[in-house]
């Protein structure tokens, strides 16, 4: 089932919560509501499911107005962070309340509940639980339980809100795996929110992120990773390294480090900001006359396969991180302390409120 939101706004006394989103989920993709606390993610998703209502605009299903639709009629499952599993009811219980609970024409036999609530134990892979209590899972099994219980009355619409973020990171990572294999069985439209970018880029088909009630910017996890919309996109989706220069004619500026920006031409000394993540650099020796940033390397982290290298710039700017192969790190046999210098391959340029333009890729070339 596809589902769109029009216009939708809400506002929780003077704090606005959705301000005027509009967005379409087709039907059985995988989506991830991504973004910091308080940005409007949940809102969002439980205004889809009926738990909440908006101030204004409409939620389609399939093409209909589903606005005023009871939750019970919109055929939505929902999962939540906490499970919210029945204490006193078994794993098979548990599954098999939604189908109990239906009206008695819907309802099916006791045979078919036993047969569907298995089955489903058979697709979470733990139908050997199904005599057991909700204590006496381990946090990863009541997830699956939860999210078993939710499509036992085969919903058009699943939507969970932040399903992981009471497990730790290697459990988390699992269930991830497992939940993107799943809906790919299943094929359900479903919708999740997250503040855990790994999570959304590793999980959705499409990800939308979020910030103070608006989109920021929607694509698939390559297209929002590769090419962020705004500062908060970049700034969001893992640890990046800042440098304020200004723009003029194609060129930024970078203390005494010129980067070409060839779709900032119509710049004029425009104040900038550059953006680039921690892989995106060559790191040498310093030698005097060579192009690039010079730095001191203050710690070096090489653990596992990726060394981290924290560097204080010469003009006491902002620190840079810097990450690269630690064999190749071992192999330069780089010394605490020591002068370098660090040349970004690539970084993405947005100019400061008061610039012309909007962003701009810049490469480490022949301008500097």
């Given at each position: 089932?596809?589902?769109?939101?029009?216009?939708?706004?809400?506002?929780?006394?003077?704090?606005?919560?959705?301000?005027?989103?509009?967005?379409?989920?087709?039907?059985?993709?995988?989506?991830?509501?991504?973004?910091?606390?308080?940005?409007?993610?949940?809102?969002?998703?439980?205004?889809?499911?009926?738990?909440?209502?908006?101030?204004?605009?409409?939620?389609?299903?399939?093409?209909?107005?589903?606005?005023?639709?009871?939750?019970?009629?919109r055929k939505v499952g929902f999962v939540f962070q906490h499970y919210?599993?029945?204490?006193?009811?078994?794993?098979?219980?548990?599954?098999?309340?939604?189908?109990?609970?239906?009206?008695?024409?819907?309802?099916?036999?006791?045979?078919?509940?036993?047969?569907?609530?298995?089955?489903?134990?058979?697709?979470?892979?733990?139908?050997?639980?199904?005599?057991?209590?909700?204590?006496?899972?381990?946090?990863?099994?009541?997830?699956?339980?939860?999210?078993?219980?939710?499509l036992a009355v085969e919903p058009k619409v699943l939507l969970l809100?932040?399903?992981?973020?009471?497990?730790?990171?290697?459990?988390?990572?699992?269930?991830?795996?497992?939940?993107?294999?799943?809906?790919?069985e299943i094929h359900v439209t479903s919708i999740f929110v997250t503040?855990?970018?790994?999570?959304?880029?590793?999980?959705?088909?499409?990800?939308?992120?979020?910030?103070?009630?608006?989109?920021?910017?929607?694509?698939?996890?390559?297209?929002?990773?590769?090419?962020?919309?705004?500062?908060?996109?970049?700034?969001?989706?893992?640890?990046?390294?800042?440098?304020?220069?200004?723009?003029?004619?194609?060129?930024?500026?970078?203390?005494?480090?010129?980067?070409?920006?060839?779709?900032?031409?119509?710049?004029?000394?425009?104040?900038?900001?550059?953006?680039?993540?921690?892989?995106?650099?060559?790191?040498?020796?310093?030698?005097?006359?060579?192009?690039?940033?010079?730095?001191?390397?203050?710690?070096?982290?090489?653990?596992?396969?990726?060394?981290?290298?924290?560097?204080?710039?010469?003009?006491?700017?902002?620190?840079?991180?810097?990450?690269?192969?630690?064999?190749?790190?071992?192999?330069?046999?780089?010394?605490?302390?020591?002068?370098?210098?660090?040349?970004?391959?690539?970084?993405?340029?947005?100019?400061?409120?008061?610039?012309?333009?909007?962003?701009?890729?810049?490469?480490?070339?022949?301008?500097?």
């Amino acid at each position: 089932m596809s589902i769109e939101v029009r216009n939708i706004s809400k506002r929780f006394g003077s704090f606005v919560a959705l301000d005027n989103v509009s967005l379409e989920f087709p039907t059985g993709e995988l989506v991830a509501l991504l973004g910091p606390s308080g940005c409007g993610k949940t809102t969002l998703l439980r205004i889809i499911a009926g738990l909440e209502t908006a101030d204004s605009g409409e939620v389609h299903f399939h093409g209909e107005d589903a606005s005023d639709r009871d939750v019970r009629e919109r055929k939505v499952g929902f999962v939540f962070q906490h499970y919210a599993l029945f204490r006193h009811m078994t794993v098979f219980e548990n599954i098999a309340f939604g189908l109990r609970v239906k009206p008695r024409r819907e309802r099916p036999s006791k045979e078919a509940i036993r047969d569907k609530v298995m089955s489903l134990l058979k697709l979470v892979q733990l139908d050997w639980l199904a005599d057991r209590y909700p204590s006496q899972l381990s946090g990863g099994q009541r997830q699956r339980i939860a999210l078993a219980r939710a499509l036992a009355v085969e919903p058009k619409v699943l939507l969970l809100d932040e399903p992981f973020g009471a497990l730790d990171a290697k459990v988390r990572k699992e269930l991830r795996r497992w939940l993107r294999r799943l809906h790919d069985e299943i094929h359900v439209t479903s919708i999740f929110v997250t503040h855990d970018q790994e999570e959304a880029l590793e999980v959705a088909d499409r990800v939308v992120l979020m910030n103070h009630g608006r989109i920021e910017q929607l694509g698939t996890p390559e297209e929002v990773y590769e090419s962020p919309a705004s500062p908060f996109v970049f700034g969001f989706l893992g640890h990046v390294n800042l440098f304020h220069g200004r723009v003029h004619d194609g060129v930024m500026n970078v203390g005494d480090v010129a980067l070409d920006a060839p779709d900032q031409a119509d710049a004029k000394n425009a104040p900038a900001v550059g953006y680039a993540r921690p892989h995106e650099f060559d790191v040498d020796r310093y030698s005097p006359g060579q192009p690039g940033i010079r730095v001191k390397l203050l710690r070096a982290l090489a653990v596992g396969p990726v060394a981290r290298l924290e560097l204080e710039r010469d003009d006491n700017a902002e620190m840079i991180e810097v990450e690269m192969p630690t064999a190749l790190y071992r192999e330069l046999k780089f010394a605490e302390g020591e002068t370098l210098l660090v040349k970004p391959k690539r970084m993405q340029v947005f100019l400061k409120p008061d610039g012309v333009g909007a962003s701009s890729t810049v490469s480490y070339g022949e301008a500097i």
